[in-house]
């Protein structure tokens, strides 16, 4: 039941128009009981997170990132706003540079190699320093 309102929820948002959409769902799903604002929020950077986690993996991390953004955006209208601006900067940013460039998947792969060693860097570090214990 609660994943139904959800989903209708996350095609609401998806379906708002860019430069509007977060404020929209700012004033569909504002919650006035704080404790209730507060673990919206949390969840909703948890979503994100995760997604930022597993960036690389396949599976639905844009549902991640959008519903994360959903729960924290339909908690405060400054995110609300400021996601809004945002986006409709980000999606001309994306229109004028982003898809007219040539060589995006050599900065894609580099950007991915780059990240894939410096995780391998921070594994590394806290293994040497037995912060990781089950690898003893």
Do not use: C
């Amino acid at each position: 039941m609660a994943f139904d309102r959800i989903r209708a929820e996350l095609d609401l948002l998806r379906d708002d128009e860019p430069g509007r959409r977060f404020e929209s769902g700012f004033d569909r799903t504002h919650v006035r009981n704080q404790a209730l604002r507060l673990t919206l929020v949390t969840v909703g950077v948890l979503f994100m997170a995760t997604a930022m986690a597993t960036f690389w993996l396949p599976g639905p991390n844009f549902v991640l990132v959008l519903a994360g953004l959903a729960l924290v955006g339909g908690q405060s209208r400054f995110v609300a706003r400021a996601l809004d601006r945002v986006e409709v900067a980000a999606r001309r940013w994306h229109r004028d540079v982003w898809e007219p460039y040539e060589r995006k998947s050599a900065v894609l792969t580099v950007f991915g190699l780059v990240l894939a060693i410096l995780v391998a860097l921070i594994a590394w570090y806290a293994w040497q320093r037995g912060w990781i214990p089950f690898l003893d």
